[in-house]
């Protein structure tokens, strides 16, 4: 069992930054896929972006160029960048973790994820 806490987020206005971080109750589990996912209100989970193991990170089409993921190694915590933020992107964002290999990696998909954060709110004002 590892628990996953987030931290950061918070409101900002369009074209602002924020940072999220998610921390792990466990220094020694190495999963093979880490990310995170977002829900706006009214709308289902969406995978926004994915550090596998061996580095490789994906991100959905509407954060490429602005998000960026990182801290993939188990001494690291992993973070997400999210710069030049627009109002479509504000929702709940979860952090996430799968030990087991597979496609839903590159894919960004939750199937695959064995470990949620509880998520952190992320509110931007046009």
């Known amino acids: 069992q590892v628990d996953l806490v987030e931290s950061g987020g918070g409101s900002v206005q369009e074209g602002g930054s924020l940072r999220l971080s998610c921390l792990a109750s466990?220094?020694?589990?190495?999963?093979?896929?880490v990310g995170w996912f977002r829900q706006a209100p009214g709308k289902g989970r969406e995978g926004v972006a994915t550090?596998?193991?061996?580095?490789?990170?994906t991100y959905t089409d509407s954060v490429k160029g602005r998000f960026t993921i990182a801290g993939h190694n188990i001494e690291d915590t992993l973070t997400l960048q999210m710069n030049s933020l627009k109002p479509e992107d504000a929702g709940m964002y979860y952090c996430?973790?799968?030990?087991?290999?597979?496609?839903?990696?590159?894919?960004?998909?939750?199937?695959?994820?064995?470990?949620w954060g509880k998520g952190r709110l992320v509110t931007v004002s046009s």
């Open positions: 996430a973790a799968g030990l087991s290999t597979g496609g839903y990696c590159q894919t960004i998909g939750d199937s695959g994820m064995e470990y």
């Open positions: 466990s220094d020694t589990y190495s999963p093979f896929c």
């Open positions: 550090i596998r193991r061996d580095g490789e990170t």
